[in-house]
Structures are given as structure tokens and as C-alpha cells.
């Protein structure tokens, strides 16, 4: 799968749908959360929660979607349909998740920060 | 203070105390005129009964029906449409003032009226909306879409917190994420279906879950629809217009049943809770009915129709609320009151006439709202009214609602008799021999022949009322 970090029609129709201002702080907001959701992600892996960890991945799936994260909510949707994942190939799962999230974070702040003329 | 308001062809002169028509002083009783600057001073809202009771009648114990009194005489000289119902809940004035000739000078008393600036009613596509999702994102994204379409938002993080908002505050649509701490989505469906209050509520479940199952089961639960996150504004927009849409037939549909049963059933079931069974007691029935609705119906577009049942439902559930009677029962363009039951008068040669009153109101608030129509270039309606007094069977039966309550019984069958031939016939009220009895020398009535009824014989005496 070779997608951009963002998606940049989806991000476009996200500030013409809840305007450019509105979706600063929704980005923030989002900055705030995602990591809360990774680190119950991992926490749930530790404490062998599938649920949990399903409903972390979930939530995560859904906002990268929101934001046009897609390959960030993709990875995530395959975390959360594929159970929990035991494995050390589990665990590099979830980091390469982290890795796309931190990428996926600067490119919106970036984005929802830049006025297109 | 401003001295005086204008709407229609009526003035309100609030210095003299004086209504003016055509700028003719109209003969009114000081109560009427109390009700009447209270209505107009509070025009931007409905105004509860309790609250005009006490502006009215400061200090003192009133029973309602004195209100009712008061608002039938107000729309005899205004005209039906000025003051509107709202059943349970109160009166609301609705005429629009005229435009002013000199703009500041109304602004400036219009303030004064009421106290305050002139405050715009909510447009009515502006609904009250609660969106329980736990994820912050999707909260904020979600409310914000929906106040850019207009509406009122609050926002919850949990199922739990969301049910008790709802049975606390009144919302017109839930918006419900399905995975959620503390109690889920399918859970707050789950509790919505078994509450009476909450049962109707319009539901948009907006979720990112996978596959159709959980989308069946949402449905199953009672959601009426289910969107999927991202949630498509375009989308959400056209989902949430029609379950309002969906939301306020349904409430108008309440709103009839509530009318089914007006003050005396109420006051009964609040009394001694329900008497299942039922007893047999003295009461006089009434039965009226639209003459050639069908045809009507069936000429006029949908809209209009319903316009003009409510209308008529409204005049008709006045006059029968101000004469101490209660519906019992509607039908299209038909409806059922009893006097005398379930709250005995305390002269129970009373309740005949208080029937024969309310059908001469009837007709009476008919002839105006003819006039009305009249002029608007519409066509003439008529009513048929009987009435029968003797024994009914009543009592309420089995639900724990009001709307249960009935009665039946032979003096029901001649009361809607009575009413058939008057429809049938050029005699707007028919009443049997026992309400004629018990009328006699208050009520100016006539025998009637069968040769005036669409009958051949008549089985027992049929008088009619005279109307003017």
C-alpha cells in the first residue's frame, strides 16, 4: 500500500465541512488523545486484554480516517480486526502504529496550520 | 408602558383597558382583558396555564376551567386562530402585530410590553440534539457539524451519562456511538426501547464498526438509522432532517392522544389511580362530527386537511373543556365527550346542560371560524351534534395511562344516533328526551319530525336545539 501520510482531499473537505479554525484544535485535540489511545493499546497488549486492545485500535482507526489518515487507520483497522497480537511481530505492529502516528501528527499539525491562498 | 398594540383589525389600548375593533370599543370582561394583555405580553412563548391562572387571578385558587372560560370569549371576538392551544401545556398568542408606521416608536413599546428586547422565536427546524460519543475527536467534529446545520448540541461521553440526560431534559434526536465505557450503544438502545418516556426519541447511530451485523442489530434495537464514521455531513444533514421530520408526526400524534382525555380524566386518574372495571353511573354523551369531511378531505391537499382538524379539534376541545366535560374519544373528523363522568357535577341534572352549552359553543365558535374561512375565499364547514343522557359504563381499562379510559353503554349508542341524523340533517343539534327533559325551560329546543332526518321513522322523540 503506497498512500500519502494524509490525504489531502479528505483534509480539504474536513476544513470546507468545520472550517480551517475549527480544525486546528480538532488536530490538537486528536495530538492530545492519539497517544492515550496507543499507550491503552499497549497496556492492554501487556495485560493480554483483547478487548481493550480492540477498542483502543478501533478509536484510532476511526480519527486517522476523520483526518484522511488513511494508512494510519488502515494499519490500525488490521490491529483491531486480527485479535491481539502475542507475538514480537504483535509488538512491532503496534510500533511501526506509533511510528505512522507521530508521521501523521506533524503532517496534519502542518497542514491545518498552512493557508492555502 | 406602551399605550397601545395593533394586530388585525383589533387594538389593544392598554391605558383605557379598552379592546377596540375597527376602532370600535368591544365590550369585554376585566379577566378577558387581564388574559388577553398577558397572552400579548408574553407572546414569544407559551404561556402554562398555572402561570395565567396566577396573572389573572393573583392570589386566589381558580379552578382551570375558569381559564377556558375566559379564552373561549377571547376567540368569540377574535376569532379561533389568535390564541392557540397547546394541549397540556397551555396558550400561546399568535396573531402578528401590525407593521408600525413609525418603526421605533412600536419597537419602543413592544419593549416595554414585554420588558425586554423583542426576542425572535427559534426557527422550528432548530432542534435539540445529544451526541453521546467517548471519543473526543468524533464528539467535537460531530457537534460542530451539526450546530454549522442549525441546531442546539450537547455532547456526553458515555451511555450511561446520556440516559440520564435524556430523562432529565428534553431532546428531539440522539446521536449514539456504539462502543462507549460504562454502558454501550446497544445497551442505550436497549433502555430506550423499554422506557415509555423515551421510547419514541429518534435514534442515528454513528459508528466505524465493521460489517452489517452490528448495523442489523441497531436497527432491531430501534434505531432508525445508521451512519457510518467519517460521518458524510451531507449525509448526516439529510439523516437528521428526516428523523425530525419523523419526530415531530409522531409527536403530533401524542399530542392527540393526550387530547383524548381532557382536566376531569386526568384530575380522576390523579385522584384515586385507576378504577379497572368499570362503574355504571348518570352522564350525558356528546357526538359530533365534521359534515362531509370525507369529501373535503379528498379535495384539499394533506396539509391543509390537517390544519383544519386541528383547528376544529382545538374549538371543539374548548368547548367542551369549558363546560367541565371531558373527550373521551376521537375519530378523524369526530370526536366523543362525556359530562357528568368520571367527575360527578355536584348537581347532576347539570351535565345535560352543560352538553347542550358546549354544542351551542360549538356551533357557535364554528360560525366565526366560517367567517374566517369566508373571507380567505375557502368553502363552509358544518358539524352535526348529538346528544343522550342516561347510564354509561365507565371506567378505565387496563393501561396505566389515561387514554384508557372509556365508556359505553346504550345512552353512547343514542348519543351517536343522534349525532348521524344531525349530520344527515339542516338541524346542527339533536339531543334525546332525557337531556330534552332535564333542558326544558333553559334551552329553547323543537320536536323534531322524522321528515326532517334521513330516516323514515323515528323509534323515540328527537328534539332539536335551536342555534340562533
Redesign the interface.
Same mark, same amino acid.
Given at each position: 500500500m503506497n498512500q500519502t501520510t494524509i490525504d489531502p482531499a479528505t483534509f480539504a473537505e474536513l476544513q470546507a465541512t468545520a472550517g480551517s479554525d475549527f480544525v486546528i484544535d480538532l488536530v490538537d485535540t486528536f495530538a492530545e488523545e492519539a497517544p492515550q489511545m496507543l499507550a491503552e493499546m499497549r497496556a492492554a497488549q501487556a495485560a493480554a486484554a483483547a478487548e481493550r486492545f480492540r477498542r483502543a485500535a478501533h478509536s484510532l482507526k476511526s480519527n486517522g480516517n476523520t483526518f484522511g489518515a488513511l494508512r494510519l487507520g488502515e494499519m490500525a483497522r488490521t490491529l483491531e480486526l486480527g485479535g491481539l497480537p502475542s507475538s514480537a511481530e504483535g509488538f512491532r505492529a503496534v510500533d511501526a502504529l506509533a511510528a505512522e502516528l507521530e508521521h501523521a501528527l506533524s503532517a496534519l499539525k502542518a497542514l491545518a496550520r498552512s493557508r492555502i491562498e | 408602558m406602551p399605550e397601545a398594540i395593533q394586530f388585525g383589525r383589533f387594538e389593544i389600548r392598554f391605558d383605557e383597558r379598552q379592546l377596540c375593533a375597527d376602532g370600535q370599543a368591544v365590550p369585554l370582561g376585566s379577566r378577558a382583558f387581564d388574559l388577553l394583555a398577558a397572552l400579548v405580553e408574553r407572546r414569544e412563548r407559551l404561556v402554562a396555564k398555572s402561570e395565567l391562572l396566577e396573572v389573572v387571578w393573583p392570589g386566589l385558587i381558580v379552578e382551570e376551567n375558569n381559564l377556558q372560560v375566559q379564552v373561549s370569549a377571547l376567540r368569540k371576538i377574535l376569532g379561533p386562530r389568535v390564541i392557540a392551544t397547546i394541549p397540556g401545556l397551555g396558550y400561546r398568542f399568535t396573531a402578528t402585530l401590525e407593521a408600525p408606521r413609525d418603526a421605533t416608536a412600536q419597537a419602543a413599546a413592544i419593549a416595554a410590553t414585554t420588558g425586554s428586547a423583542v426576542r425572535l422565536p427559534s426557527p422550528a427546524s432548530r432542534a435539540r440534539l445529544l451526541i453521546a460519543d467517548?471519543? $473526543?475527536?468524533?464528539r &467535537? &467534529?460531530l457537534g460542530?457539524?451539526l450546530e &454549522?446545520q442549525g441546531h442546539h448540541v450537547v455532547s456526553v461521553d458515555n451511555g450511561r451519562e446520556a440516559l440520564d440526560r435524556l430523562r432529565s431534559e428534553r431532546f428531539d434526536l440522539l446521536l449514539l456511538d456504539l /462502543?462507549m465505557p460504562q454502558m454501550d450503544g446497544f445497551a442505550v438502545l436497549e433502555h430506550l426501547a423499554s422506557d415509555s418516556a423515551l421510547r419514541d426519541l429518534p435514534v442515528i447511530v454513528t459508528s466505524?464498526? /465493521?460489517g452489517v451485523a452490528q448495523v442489523a442489530r441497531c436497527i432491531e434495537l430501534g434505531a432508525d438509522d445508521f451512519l457510518h $464514521? =467519517?460521518v458524510n =455531513?451531507v449525509l448526516l444533514k439529510a439523516r437528521v432532517g428526516s428523523c425530525l421530520e419523523k419526530k415531530r408526526l409522531r409527536d403530533q400524534q401524542k399530542e392527540l392522544i393526550e387530547r383524548y382525555a381532557t382536566g376531569a380524566a386526568a384530575a380522576e386518574d390523579r385522584r384515586d389511580g385507576m378504577t379497572p372495571g368499570g362503574q355504571r353511573l348518570p352522564a350525558t354523551v356528546l357526538c359530533t362530527r365534521l359534515r362531509d369531511f370525507t369529501a373535503y378531505a379528498e379535495s384539499e391537499p394533506p396539509e391543509e386537511t390537517i390544519e383544519l382538524l386541528n383547528i376544529w379539534y382545538t374549538l371543539m376541545f374548548d368547548a367542551v373543556g369549558s363546560q367541565g366535560g371531558a373527550v373521551n374519544r376521537m375519530s378523524g373528523d369526530g370526536l366523543m365527550a362525556v359530562f357528568g363522568a368520571p367527575m360527578p357535577p355536584a348537581d347532576p341534572a347539570d351535565a345535560p346542560l352543560a352538553a347542550v352549552r358546549a354544542a351551542l359553543d360549538m356551533v357557535e365558535m364554528l360560525e366565526i371560524f366560517n367567517a374566517e374561512r369566508a373571507a380567505a375565499g375557502k368553502s363552509q364547514l358544518a358539524i352535526g351534534v348529538g346528544i343522550a343522557s342516561g347510564d354509561v359504563i365507565a371506567g378505565t381499562t387496563g393501561a396505566p395511562r389515561r387514554a384508557a379510559y372509556t365508556c359505553v353503554g346504550e345512552t353512547v349508542n343514542a348519543a351517536a344516533a343522534m349525532e348521524v341524523l344531525a349530520t344527515g340533517s339542516a338541524r346542527a343539534i339533536l339531543i334525546d328526551e332525557a337531556t330534552q327533559a332535564a333542558v326544558a325551560g333553559r334551552v329553547a329546543t323543537d320536536t323534531v319530525i322524522a321528515a326532517e332526518l334521513p330516516v323514515k321513522e323515528l323509534a323515540a322523540p328527537v328534539h332539536a336545539v335551536r342555534t340562533s
Open positions: - | 467517548d471519543n $473526543k475527536v468524533n &467535537l &467534529l460542530r457539524t &454549522l /462502543e466505524s464498526v /465493521e $464514521k =467519517p =455531513p
